[in-house]
């Protein structure tokens, strides 16, 4: 299983997570961080981020950077810095919170003007992610209404429960398999068991036990 990981180094993914305070941003990155193999979470103003390993099919080896932002309100110059050289964005919204749903077109246009107002930026692969799906019972927004989103904006579209973590794993991987463009076969899509393979590598500063990571930069890390 191991025999190339010498030979390739990882690609690097770097995923931000916005939506509204307590749709679940905190909790969907805890909640990948910490199924496999513990976690590694790390406070940097405001900023959480972690590193995740997973291997894609073709063994595509893949470090994952999850980046959370903290408590605090994410403005205009907070943003920039924030979403600076992301590959994914995920809008998460609470199925039993209609604002929260509401607001994601905001928080896209704002990423897009961002991004485009840069001249060599990329922009981002966008996913909407439906959180809260173990509330069924409460749901407020209407799957129909999801699919149009997902449709008029042309993103991927993932449900998700960060509490029972049912697909959280599956989204991360099947957006960085987009990004990455690497085909997930049907029993990929299908499962919703985790990953073949993750490890939460060190943090940047920290050595690792066996090679540091060539493309670990502590810059990527450092909002101020
Ligand atoms: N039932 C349920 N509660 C959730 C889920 N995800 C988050 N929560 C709760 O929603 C609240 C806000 O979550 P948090 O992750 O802090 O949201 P954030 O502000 O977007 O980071 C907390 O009380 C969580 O326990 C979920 O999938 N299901
Ligand atoms: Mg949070």
Same mark, same amino acid.
């Given at each position: 299983?191991?025999?190339?990981?010498?030979?390739?180094?990882?690609? /690097?993914?770097?995923?931000?997570?916005?939506?509204?305070?307590?749709?679940?941003?905190?909790?969907?990155?805890?909640?990948?961080?910490?199924?496999?193999?513990?976690?590694?979470?790390?406070?940097?103003?405001?900023?959480?981020?972690?590193?995740?390993?997973?291997?894609?099919?073709?063994?595509?080896?893949?470090?994952?950077?999850?980046?959370? =932002?903290?408590?605090?309100?994410?403005?205009?110059?907070?943003?920039?810095?924030?979403?600076?050289?992301?590959?994914?964005?995920?809008?998460?919204?609470?199925?039993?919170?209609?604002?929260?749903?509401?607001?994601?077109?905001?928080?896209?246009?704002?990423?897009?003007?961002?991004?485009?107002?840069?001249?060599?930026?990329?922009?981002?692969?966008?996913?909407?992610?439906?959180?809260?799906?173990?509330?069924?019972?409460?749901?407020?927004?209407?799957?129909?209404?999801?699919?149009?989103?997902?449709?008029?904006?042309?993103?991927?579209?993932?449900?998700?429960?960060?509490?029972?973590?049912?697909?959280?794993?599956?989204?991360?991987?099947? =957006?960085?398999?987009?990004?990455?463009?690497?085909?997930?076969?049907?029993?990929?899509?299908?499962?919703? /068991?985790? %990953?073949?393979?993750?490890? =939460?590598?060190?943090? %940047?500063? %920290?050595?690792?036990?066996?090679?540091?990571?060539?493309?670990?930069?502590?810059?990527?890390?450092?909002?101020?």
């Amino acid at each position: 299983m191991s025999d190339s990981e010498e030979e390739s180094p990882d690609k /690097q993914v770097k995923i931000v997570i916005l939506g509204d305070g307590a749709s679940g941003k905190t909790s969907i990155s805890t909640r990948y961080s910490g199924e496999s193999f513990g976690k590694l979470y790390k406070q940097t103003v405001g900023v959480d981020f972690f590193l995740k390993r997973i291997v894609l099919p073709n063994n595509v080896h893949v470090t994952i950077q999850v980046w959370d =932002i903290g408590g605090q309100t994410l403005g205009g110059e907070m943003l920039d810095k924030y979403i600076y050289g992301a590959n994914g964005v995920l809008l998460v919204y609470d199925i039993t919170n209609a604002n929260s749903f509401e607001n994601l077109s905001d928080w896209k246009v704002q990423v897009e003007k961002l991004i485009s107002s840069k001249r060599d930026a990329k922009m981002p692969h966008f996913a909407l992610v439906a959180n809260k799906v173990d509330l069924e019972h409460l749901r407020v927004v209407k799957p129909d209404k999801h699919m149009q989103f997902v449709k008029d904006h042309k993103m991927s579209s993932h449900f998700v429960s960060a509490k029972t973590g049912d697909s959280v794993n599956l989204c991360f991987k099947r =957006i960085a398999a987009e990004i990455l463009n690497v085909k997930l076969s049907k029993a990929d899509l299908d499962s919703s /068991q985790p %990953v073949v393979k993750a490890e =939460i590598v060190p943090s %940047v500063g %920290v050595r690792g036990p066996s090679r540091p990571l060539s493309s670990q930069r502590s810059s990527l890390c450092t909002i101020q």
